[in-house]
């Protein structure tokens, strides 16, 4: 099932780069066509696994989630299984599968496929030396996350922590590319943020009932303005933002037009599992028993308890 499309944007003209310092944009690179071909060599010769999943649709508050259901459960068991006995300092990134890399994003980082996605061309961006997961985003961090979002239009995102949905030590940035609904739904998410009567008041979005910030990027920013843009709304979202390691788990969700953080309380609720998807509209249910369970507490009620609930 194709869940997702990008698009490499030309001719130049029509690229977003975030400012007019593109230093780390390596040279001759497409990353959207890099991605397509990376995949299907990927499924061709078994490196990429993808979960077959089918999906259905459940609809809060008038916002439309999709929920992606496992049509595997015996291999999403096994998959489970594998990850829990790898030693806890066991890092897929270093080395990466050959066959798994994509390109270059700058001296600082490089693009992988996603091993084992839901969703088609998922992409990873990951530091090439060690940088723990749950470390804040860097300036640096930025500059690939821009320099992709140019290239692909999508939603970048960040589980900071294992609460917050992380599944690997090693910093990675994620990207799947736009649209992640099939034709005529609208992501939850932004429907969401077009919806919101005040886009500068604390917790602006009215559908998310738990602590969250929200803010508009423009073209002209650099990766030093979103870095910084990201740290305000860090402390917006009452996370104590300072030094390097992060105190306490979010999720960070980014689009060329837009930037979110939801502080978590926890991973999971009910054995439902959510990460920074869950916040843009999209779920994953392993079993028949999660999916009667988020039916009945509904998708914007599981997200109220994962995140931070409101005073």
Same mark, same amino acid.
């Given at each position: 099932?194709?869940?997702?499309?990008?698009?490499?944007?030309?001719?130049?003209?029509?690229?977003? $780069?975030?400012?007019?310092?593109?230093?780390?944009?390596?040279?001759? &690179?497409?990353?959207?066509?890099?991605? /397509?071909?990376?995949?299907?060599?990927?499924? #061709?010769?078994?490196?990429?696994?993808?979960?077959? !999943?089918?999906?259905?649709?459940? !609809?809060?508050?008038?916002?439309? $989630?999709?929920? @992606?259901?496992?049509?595997?459960?015996?291999? #999403?068991?096994?998959?489970?299984?594998?990850?829990?006995?790898?030693?806890?300092? $066991?890092?897929?990134?270093?080395?990466?599968?050959? =066959?798994?890399?994509?390109?270059?994003?700058?001296?600082?980082? &490089?693009?992988?496929?996603? #091993?084992?996605?839901?969703?088609?061309?998922?992409?990873?961006?990951?530091?090439?030396?060690?940088?723990? +997961?749950?470390?804040? &985003?860097?300036?640096?961090? $930025?500059? =690939?996350?821009?320099?992709?979002?140019?290239?692909?239009?999508?939603?970048?995102?960040?589980?900071?922590?294992?609460?917050?949905?992380?599944?690997? %030590?090693?910093k990675h940035l994620q990207l799947v590319p736009y649209p992640l609904l099939p034709p005529g739904y609208d992501l939850p998410l932004e429907a969401a943020i077009a919806a919101m009567p005040d886009p500068h008041a604390p917790n602006p979005i009215p559908a998310f009932r738990f602590r969250h910030a929200f803010a508009s990027l423009t073209r002209t920013m650099?990766? =030093?303005?979103? @870095? %910084?843009?990201?740290?305000?709304?860090?402390?917006?979202?009452?996370? @104590?933002? +300072?030094? +390097?390691? +992060? !105190?306490?788990?979010?999720?960070?969700?980014?689009?060329?037009?837009?930037?979110?953080? /939801?502080?978590?309380? %926890?991973?999971?609720?009910?054995?439902?599992?959510?990460?920074?998807?869950?916040?843009?509209?999209?779920?994953? /249910?392993?079993?028949?028993?999660? %999916?009667?369970?988020?039916?009945?507490?509904?998708?914007?009620?599981?997200?109220?308890?994962?995140?931070?609930?409101?005073?």
């Amino acid at each position: 099932m194709v869940m997702g499309q990008g698009r490499s944007l030309s001719p130049e003209g029509d690229r977003i $780069f975030y400012g007019n310092d593109r230093s780390g944009e390596m040279s001759g &690179l497409n990353l959207w066509q890099s991605l /397509v071909s990376c995949s299907t060599n990927a499924l #061709k010769s078994g490196a990429l696994q993808p979960i077959s !999943t089918h999906h259905e649709f459940l !609809t809060a508050a008038g916002l439309t $989630f999709l929920v @992606h259901v496992s049509d595997n459960l015996q291999r #999403k068991t096994a998959l489970d299984t594998l990850l829990r006995s790898r030693a806890p300092d $066991f890092n897929p990134f270093l080395p990466y599968e050959e =066959a798994l890399f994509v390109a270059d994003l700058s001296p600082t980082h &490089l693009c992988l496929l996603n #091993k084992f996605n839901v969703v088609e061309h998922h992409s990873l961006i990951v530091t090439r030396a060690f940088e723990a +997961q749950e470390t804040w &985003l860097t300036v640096a961090d $930025f500059a =690939a996350i821009a320099h992709a979002l140019s290239e692909i239009e999508g939603l970048a995102f960040y589980n900071g922590g294992r609460d917050a949905g992380a599944s690997q %030590r090693h910093k990675h940035l994620q990207l799947v590319p736009y649209p992640l609904l099939p034709p005529g739904y609208d992501l939850p998410l932004e429907a969401a943020i077009a919806a919101m009567p005040d886009p500068h008041a604390p917790n602006p979005i009215p559908a998310f009932r738990f602590r969250h910030a929200f803010a508009s990027l423009t073209r002209t920013m650099t990766p =030093a303005d979103l @870095h %910084r843009c990201y740290g305000e709304l860090l402390s917006t979202a009452g996370l @104590h933002y +300072q030094g +390097q390691q +992060q !105190t306490a788990p979010y999720n960070f969700l980014m689009t060329r037009a837009w930037m979110v953080i /939801v502080p978590r309380s %926890r991973d999971r609720y009910q054995g439902i599992s959510v990460n920074s998807l869950g916040f843009a509209g999209t779920l994953f /249910v392993a079993t028949p028993e999660q %999916r009667a369970t988020l039916t009945t507490l509904g998708p914007l009620s599981l997200l109220e308890q994962v995140a931070i609930p409101l005073p």
